[in-house]
């Protein structure tokens, strides 16, 4: 009789556990509920502990994930006033033997991370780094016919990974699973809110995979899936085509179908990461140049640029996001990529671009849900000169940064950034229209500058009343006329603040008034500031 209760007892025991357990991982979640990002009215917020998040990040370079580098990383992400960082992990790294984890690295960073409280994105540098598999463990490199490469069409083996690869695709689900298996257990405070699945996928120097088994694959039929009118309308194909992807695709038949597998691939890895733990995950893009519809041998082939990304967003739905990674010159294009990536249905984040590139913050701010250069920790990609320009606007920006979220989410945030040749701009603020004069300093009146000069101005307006707004820029002077029923009657600025956020709230420097204010509105020069402008009409 003993038996019997001491085993009834033994199991009541366990079943209290598991109800204990599962009571304080309730509480962890309700305390520290894991970010996810929502969508309201075509834009989109990354909530952090349940409010809205801007990331203003740094990305670390690609080969800083070793204990002895982390110091100079953390010394960099303090200067920057970086309130994120975005860092990889290496495939080779955490599984140095088959099967065998090590996840050592990850518990250093989520402690470090916490001591600098800072959060992290992580960047799984997985099958894909750069088209490559450079990152994949030694013990699959020393087995490449079971874990083969892209077979070009002249019948030669490419330097990237193919999307046919089962052996692959199951090693690296399994790894990635592993991690956030990991990640859900040693994180309850959610210091990790965004993960990167795999980098810049696709391949250099081929179309597509022109193995035997992608040749058989490329003969049948296209998925039904991609037959949907919507989404060939978006790929600019008769709704009615159906048959092989040759006799639906046309001349785009190729890089097609590498796409479909390359995200078909991928969505495999991250479902799996998911089915684990839940965090927001998102891919980024090697982008094409992004007017006209150059050929995909001019770029990296199946990854998800402007022109795959509704075949992207069919055959991938665990990923939330497509990342732009810019490093394109010139306005035009930078711009044009923002608004192709900033979608309704495709958030929009910038996890990689080259530091001198802060021109454009405003404008990612202002459209989407984060900004992080790249290479922070490397002196040579990035100068101090630009290194001091990115810490001046997140010093500014970060302690604002919830409000930031916040606004965007709610569409009050409008920005202009200064062209070549373009020195003025406008913008619509309902009862107001702002007028932006880029420049150093002239009057409004003024004849344009006659020293030549980068055109590096910007400005962000946000609206907080129909009558009260935050101008921030660098190189420009606000002013504002009438608009609407409003339009002709004589105003004036009721008050101007200079300031700074501080626990969620405006802090008042001075009152500019007099010079400050008379001379064609308020100036900000190099030195990104902060104002609180109230108008009014007479």
């Known amino acids: 009789m003993k038996q019997p209760l001491l085993r009834k007892c033994a199991v009541c025991v366990l079943v209290l556990a598991a109800l204990m357990a599962g009571s304080v991982l309730r509480a962890q979640e309700k305390e520290h509920p894991i970010p996810q990002l929502v ?7 990354l909530l952090v502990d349940g409010e809205p998040y801007m990331i203003l990040a740094g990305q670390s370079d690609n080969s800083s994930t070793w ?79 079971k874990y083969p490469n892209v077979v070009g069409k002249d019948g030669r083996p490419v330097d990237s990974p193919s999307p046919h690869a089962l052996a692959t695709r199951e090693a690296d689900a399994k790894a990635f699973a592993a991690l956030m298996r990991h990640l859900k257990e040693a994180d309850p405070q959610r210091t990790v809110i965004l993960v990167q699945v795999e980098n810049e996928p696709g391949t250099w120097g081929s179309v597509r995979d022109y193995s035997k088994e992608a040749e058989r694959l490329f003969g049948q039929p296209v998925p039904e899936a991609l037959l949907k009118p919507e989404v ?55 982008l094409r140049w992004p007017f006209g519809n150059p050929p995909a041998t001019n770029y990296e082939s199946g990854g998800p640029t402007d022109n795959v990304i509704p075949i992207w967003k069919v055959a991938a739905p665990s990923i939330c996001l497509l990342a732009p990674d810019i490093y394109l010159q010139g306005d035009e294009p930078v711009l044009k990529v923002l608004e192709l990536y900033a979608r309704p249905d495709n958030a929009l984040l910038v996890p990689e671009t080259s530091s001198d590139r802060v021109k454009y913050l405003y404008e990612i701010v202002g459209k989407g849900i984060g900004y992080s250069p790249f290479g922070i920790d490397n002196p040579v990609k990035v100068a101090v000169r630009q290194h001091d320009a990115i810490a001046a606007e997140y010093r500014l920006l970060a302690p604002m940064a919830r409000q930031l979220a916040r606004w965007s989410f709610e569409g009050r945030i409008f920005t202009a950034v200064e062209r070549e040749k373009q020195s003025e701009s406008r913008i619509d603020l309902g009862q107001w229209e702002a ?10 009146g003024q004849r344009p500058d006659t020293v ?58 001075r009152v500019l008034n007099g010079d400050q204010t008379d001379w064609g509105g308020p100036y900000i020069g190099d030195k990104p500031t902060l104002l609180r402008i109230t108008l009014y009409t007479r």
């Open 67 to 145: 204990p002895k580098m982390l110091p100079g990383v953390w010394r960099v992400i303090e200067e920057m006033h970086a309130n994120t960082l975005q860092i990889p992990l290496y495939w080779e790294q955490v599984e140095p033997e088959e099967g065998k984890y090590d996840f050592s690295m990850v518990d250093l960073l989520l402690k470090q991370a916490r001591e600098h409280e800072v959060r992290l994105i992580l960047t799984w540098f997985g099958t894909w780094k750069n088209g490559s598999n450079h990152y994949m463990p030694a013990w699959m490199k020393l087995q490449p016919k």
């Open 39 to 45: 969508t309201k009215d075509g834009r989109h917020a």
């Open 435 to 444: 007028v932006l004069q880029f420049g150093t300093g002239r009057h409004a």
């Open 232 to 286: 060939l309308k978006a790929l600019g194909v008769d709704a009615r085509s159906e048959g092989t992807w040759s006799e639906v695709f046309g001349e785009r038949a190729d890089e097609y179908f590498h796409a479909w597998l390359v995200a078909s691939y991928i969505e495999y890895v991250a479902a799996a990461g998911r089915e684990e733990y839940p965090l927001p995950m998102f891919v980024n893009v090697a």
């Open 452 to 509: 030549p000069r980068p055109a590096d101005g910007k400005a962000m307006i946000v609206r907080l009343a129909d009558n009260e707004f935050l101008a921030v820029g660098t190189h420009c002077r606000f002013s504002f006329r009438p608009v609407g029923k409003n339009a002709g009657k004589p105003w004036q600025y009721l008050r101007v603040e200079e300031g700074y956020y501080e626990n969620g709230e405006f802090q008042m420097i």
